[in-house]
């Protein structure tokens, strides 16, 4: 079940990421990172999905290639990614 307000936008894609912004209000947000490959994920709120939407700005800014974002979704994971599974 998801509220009335959930409002999901995909942000990045390719063969091993999938990246998407979830905005529960228009005040709450956070970031979902998930690697295809391994079948793990994370989830971004509060002050660590500041952080990463800081880190798009500058992207969007100065557009890196895809290796250093891949990198840095790399280095996501590793903090705390959860198993998924798909259905």
Known sequence: FAPASLVMILLYTSDKFVVVAVHYSPTDL?????????????FLTGHAAVYFERQLVLWKENPPGRDTVEDAFEGLLQLGAQTTQYH
């Open 30 to 42: 956070g970031y979902e990172v998930v690697d295809k490959e391994n079948h793990k994920a994370v």
